[in-house]
């Protein structure tokens, strides 16, 4: 690992997407696609689309529309065709995430603050006020996106609490030295009265200038969000966050990625002016690269995405996963498959599992999904066994950007977690559910059909019978089951064309959903049923 970030220092590092960690930069007039490959393993993948409208992280001057007592909440009109859901618990001043460590500055007085509580919410902000908000989650299905009164603006070292005073470091910088450096660092930034600030993890081993741009970097954008607010009425957009490739350049430009590869040479100068900004020794790792096929095509990344759309995913081992999303949560279910390895069935057991929660954490990542997770891992006897895959589900997740919790798995082999969903997953965003099926991906079974339309059919000959009347009877129905008719069933049919005073006219329609059927009178040309 040293001797890579020698390289990159250096500007030796290769152009292969095989060797460290790599961004995959795919630029066409309709898409924008970024990948994150580890040693060739695709780990990370964001899609933008010409006419998407990202909105999370965005800032808006929003109207309280109408509030709802019995949710505990707000409807606020920030100009979308949904309104934003606000929580009454969204809108009260948040302390700091249990992951930062509070830090007292010299010669601020902390001032005492009335508390506020959810009751005080409604009238703080009656309906008609105006409000400052932050999307936290985008629009899902039919629901609007979810915001918060608690806004923050993140650069590369720092994050900028414009209305809270509060100050922290990451606890994921675990150096006792390096802690108090950076308290040190903290102490003597120039953050104006009434604001704070966050030293995130990249932190590390940053020098002192750099916090001091970054912060200021960072009160610059505040005050053209401010000017914004002050001089526009509700509802406008103050703020948005950068587009696919603007993030991904600044949000990945850290020590931790090697390089970045574009196969678009405007979308590469654009990377590099905005590399410039943040680090001059940056621009050396973004390469842009030609390529006849596809780049993805060219390092094996679209038969890795290929995969993530794929139910069942095959472990190392032999084992597989599949994964299921539902409306309420997303399952996942480990299997044995083909993995006979050792003659030790503990040790198998255990193989499949660590395995399966590793390429878990990997594919909630890959796929976007979240919301509650439940997998099923094969029984395992041993508490240790168990202790072993939790702790391998637990080191996976945490190159997860969003926040996740794990619980032990119970004495049923159910693990149970939640991962923060802050758009759309994958496949909701690229997929949309079929026309034929409504979404179930199954049908009814030409014998299902078959019995349905029988049925239909002696309750209309029934019922023909009971008011005198006769006649031709015309079946439309699907070619499928038409060839039903002609095999399984048509001694049945012909018993029930006996039982009628005219004849069963059956007809077919390869264009007429399988599901779908109609009984029509010959002489009126009527339909009687229709499905």
């Not at 930034?189 to 604001?195: A, D, R, Y």
């Not at 966050?198 to 590390?204: G, H, L, N, P, Q």
């Not at 079974?445 to 339309?453: A, D, V």
Request: include cysteine; proline fraction near 2%.
């Amino acid at each position: 690992y040293m001797i890579q970030k020698i390289k990159n220092a250096l500007g030796l590092t290769s152009v292969d997407p095989r060797e460290g960690r790599t961004i995959i930069v795919n630029s066409e007039t309709l898409e924008r696609r970024t990948a994150l490959l580890e040693d060739g393993v695709l780990e990370e993948y964001n899609v933008e689309r010409n006419g998407d409208d990202n909105i999370v992280g965005g800032i808006f001057k929003g109207r309280v529309k109408n509030i709802e007592q019995g949710l505990k909440a707000m409807f606020v009109d920030i100009g979308l065709d949904k309104n934003a859901f606000l929580h009454f618990w969204d809108a009260i001043p948040a302390a700091l995430d249990g992951g930062l460590e509070e830090i007292r500055r010299e010669g601020r007085t902390q001032k005492k603050q009335k508390k506020i509580t959810s009751k005080d919410i409604p009238s703080i902000y009656p309906v008609g006020s105006e409000i400052m908000i932050q999307v936290s989650k985008g629009a899902i299905g039919n629901k609007g996106p979810r915001v918060t009164t608690n806004i923050s603006l993140a650069g590369r070292y720092l994050v900028l609490m414009p209305y809270s005073d509060q100050f922290g470091i990451s606890r994921r910088i675990d150096d006792p030295k390096e802690r108090q450096r950076l308290r040190k660092i903290m102490q003597r930034l120039s953050v104006p009265e009434g604001m704070g600030i966050i030293m995130r993890t990249v932190a590390t081993s940053t020098r002192a200038r750099h916090f001091v741009r970054d912060l200021a970097m960072l009160l610059e954008q505040w005050e053209q969000v401010d000017d914004i607010r002050n001089n526009k009425s509700a509802p406008a957009c103050c703020f948005r966050e950068p587009d696919l490739v603007e993030g991904t350049a600044t949000n990945f430009l850290t020590d931790e990625v090697d390089k970045i590869i574009c196969d678009d040479e405007k979308t590469t100068a654009h990377i590099r002016e905005i590399a410039s900004r943040v680090s001059r020794r940056a621009k050396r790792k973004i390469h842009y690269l030609y390529s006849k096929q596809t780049i993805f095509e060219r390092f094996g990344i679209q038969k890795q995405i290929d995969e993530a759309f794929m139910r069942q995913v095959w472990l190392p081992c032999g084992g597989y996963i599949v994964i299921d999303e539902t409306e309420a949560l997303i399952s996942v279910d480990v299997n044995t498959g083909r993995n006979r390895g050792s003659k030790d069935v503990d040790k198998v057991l255990l193989q499949t599992n660590i395995e399966a929660a590793e390429e878990v954490a990997r594919q909630l990542r890959l796929r976007n999904i979240g919301g509650l997770v439940v997998v099923d891992f094969i029984d395992m006897r041993h508490r240790r066994d168990q202790q072993a895959v939790y702790r391998a589900m637990k080191e996976r997740l945490k190159r997860d950007k969003a926040k996740t919790q794990v619980l032990q798995i119970s004495s049923v082999g159910l693990m149970e977690m939640t991962r923060q969903r802050l758009n759309e997953s994958l496949l909701d965003s690229t997929l949309e559910p079929c026309s034929y099926c409504q979404g179930r991906g199954r049908i009814k079974t030409t014998m299902s059909m078959s019995i349905e339309i029988q049925r239909s059919l002696n309750t209309v000959i029934q019922r023909q019978k009971e008011n005198d009347e006769d006649g031709d009877l015309i079946v439309m129905v699907n070619t499928d089951v038409l060839n039903r008719f002609k095999s399984e069933d048509s001694k049945i049919l012909m018993e029930l064309e006996r039982s009628h005073s005219g004849r069963l006219i059956f007809r077919s329609d390869a264009n007429l959903h399988r599901e779908r059927f109609a009984i029509i009178d010959a002489k009126s040309e009527k339909p009687i049923v229709q499905y």
